[in-house]
């Protein structure tokens, strides 16, 4: 089975702090995602990966930016976090370029900016 | 923009009854259509799957409907039952790319 590890299930921090949040997967996935899920605009993605070191905006980069140096990591930074960026956060990943390929999300961090 | 519509957003539904969510998209270029299910505390997980060459897939209690030329899809959950009581969300994408466009969730509560 697919693993797709969040490192915190909970996280509180401050406004202006730099934040940042790691994912880790184990099955040599190719595509690294990561959403934010807030009730009623359901899941939008912020930015994603499809190979070590490269990176593309989603639909809602601003604020963010992420970092992938290894194929089973993908961090995902807040550069000063802000209060409206309080959400919860999904990593994904996919296995490659195909997009009829199942994304496989972990559980997710709750992160609240105060 | 919003590429993918679901509704409804919330649903209530007996024990036994069936529970039916639908789709609609705009992008004709749409070729893939997952439904992924999520439970409180948990990421969403893949359902089923259906891609536009057929016009219905099942598996188990779960059937997916296509309407190509409607440009619409449905969940249907036959005999409904308190554990699927979750989060339901349609996605579609497009062939060659990795991402998925997401509908906003319909939380379906399946009373005992």
């Known amino acids: 089975d697919v693993k797709v590890t969040q490192s915190s299930r909970y996280l509180v921090k401050r406004t202006g702090e730099k934040v940042f949040l790691e994912c880790v997967q184990d099955m040599d996935h190719e595509n690294m995602f990561w959403y934010r899920q807030d009730p009623g605009l359901g899941l939008r993605l912020i930015y994603f990966s499809y190979d070590v070191k490269m990176k593309e905006k989603g639909d809602i980069p601003e604020g963010y930016s992420v970092s992938r140096e290894k194929k089973e990591r993908f961090s995902l930074i807040l550069e000063s976090a802000s209060t409206n960026q309080t959400s919860m956060y999904l990593c994904?990943?996919?296995?490659?370029?195909?997009?009829?390929?199942?994304?496989?999300f972990g559980d997710g961090t709750r992160l609240s900016i105060l | 923009q919003q590429q993918v519509k679901q509704s409804p957003q919330s649903l209530i539904v007996q024990k036994g009854g069936i529970s039916i969510i639908n789709c609609a998209y705009e992008?004709?270029?749409?070729?893939?259509f997952p439904w992924y299910q999520q439970f409180p505390g948990k990421g969403p997980a893949l359902l089923i799957a259906?891609?536009?060459?057929?016009s219905e897939k099942k598996e188990g209690r779960f059937t997916i409907s296509f309407n190509k030329s409607a440009k619409q899809f449905s969940l249907h959950i036959m005999d409904s039952q308190p554990g699927d009581s979750a989060t339901y969300f349609c996605a579609a994408s497009t062939s060659g790319y990795s991402t998925l466009t997401f509908g906003k969730g319909t939380m379906l509560l399946v009373s005992p």
């Open positions: 994904a990943s996919s296995l490659g370029p195909n997009s009829n390929q199942p994304q496989h």
């Open positions: 259906i891609r536009p060459d057929v």
């Open positions: 992008n004709t270029a749409f070729d893939y």
